[in-house]
């Protein structure tokens, strides 16, 4: 019998498990991937449910299962799209374009690029029972006239923007095919500190391409538009609806929080840079962008002159950078990476676009 883990809302491990015959408990979840393969052609490949099947029996579908117990989210995606269809890829190869949670499941919505012809596929006998590749507005049509399984199509329309933009990227397939072979995923968990003006957010944006991995920009969760500071408790359900996704980066110091990012991430990135360069950036992002929101801020917070940002800036090393320090000494297992200069982290971008990685002894391992 197929047997999952158990995670509690924030996707943290509860040490239980449940068969799939079993009935979920209230704020009990399990998790599923869908693993969404687009052609050449901004096709994507949908199989059909067989008639044997207890839900939706002969409705189309992406492929898609739920872990199993001991595995990893990509992992199980690689092994439903090769059981389903046999088409194999690489953990490397899939793109994580959303999670949700529903109601009693986490779901994971991965795409793969991937070309192969419709008679090349190999159907899982119980499983599925025909394949075919459809552009993005068949799939929608067949969505409409309620040929698709339900489920699917719901998910698909919430996910509907993401799809479009992913599937006008042309770039994106060159990305696909040169990364491929490299292990772009050894950090999927990356958090980056340092005083404001240090360069979090462009570093954040510059490794989130490099590494196909989402941004999440704190400083967007925290203001609403006028610079008007969101309540900590809706600040911390945005920001743990975040963290228990299975892949980030995230840029923004936010103490409050910092610890728990620190416990659940697997790389903490430092920008030690000195006070007076800070505040210089700083002031050239208000002259180049006054009046203008930066791309890491809520468009409704334009660029301003603020005098006491400029103070809390000054005022970092001494009040701040000591308890950052000493949640990194605290760390354990965690890949640690101090940069303090532009150079530095130029050199760094350079090399985890050369690796598509990190490579440990390049950089300072972290405080002393």
Not at 12 to 22: F, I, N, S
Not at 43 to 70: C, V
Not at 277 to 294: A, D, E, Q
């Amino acid at each position: 019998m197929e047997v999952w883990d158990l995670f509690d809302e924030n996707r943290q491990p509860l040490g239980k498990q449940a068969g799939r015959k079993d009935p979920m408990v209230k704020g009990e979840f399990h998790i599923v991937v869908v693993a969404c393969v687009v052609n050449d052609q901004n096709e994507i490949l949908l199989t059909l449910r067989s008639p044997d099947k207890e839900k939706y029996p002969g409705t189309w579908e992406n492929t898609g299962g739920a872990l199993e117990a001991g595995e990893e989210s990509r992992a199980a995606a690689v092994r439903e799209l090769f059981e389903e269809t046999g088409i194999r890829v690489r953990e490397n190869e899939l793109h994580l374009l959303d999670s949700q949670m529903e109601e009693y499941a986490f779901i994971d919505f991965y795409i793969v690029r991937k070309t192969v012809p419709v008679e090349e596929i190999r159907l899982q006998k119980g499983e599925t029972a025909d394949a075919r590749w459809v552009s993005l507005s068949e799939f929608v049509r067949m969505g409409e006239e309620g040929k698709i399984a339900p489920p699917i199509y719901q998910r698909f329309c919430r996910l509907r923007e993401k799809m479009e933009v992913f599937l006008k990227e042309d770039r994106r397939k060159e990305r696909y095919s040169a990364c491929r072979g490299k292990n772009r995923q050894e950090s999927k968990k990356i958090v980056i500190l340092g005083c404001s003006g240090s360069g979090k957010s462009t570093l954040a944006g510059q490794l989130g391409k490099i590494m196909d991995l989402p941004v999440v920009y704190l400083d967007a969760l925290s203001w609403d538009n006028g610079w008007k500071r969101k309540p900590f408790d809706e600040f911390d359900r945005l920001t743990q609806s975040e963290i228990r996704k299975p892949e980030w980066i995230m840029d923004g110091n936010f103490p409050r929080t910092v610890e728990h990012r620190m416990d659940v991430c697997d790389t903490v990135i430092y920008l030690d840079f000195k006070r007076w360069f800070c505040i210089l950036s700083v002031l050239r992002r208000v002259l180049t962008n006054y009046g203008k929101p930066r791309p890491s801020m809520n468009p409704g917070c334009p660029e301003k002159f603020d005098p006491g940002f400029l103070k809390r800036i000054w005022n970092f090393d001494r009040r701040s950078k000591a308890h950052y320090y000493g949640y990194m000494k605290k760390l354990s297992g965690t890949k640690l990476i101090v940069l303090k200069t532009r150079k530095e982290v130029n050199r760094f971008v350079k090399q985890v676009e050369k690796e598509g990685r990190f490579v440990r002894g390049n950089f300072p391992a972290g405080p002393k």
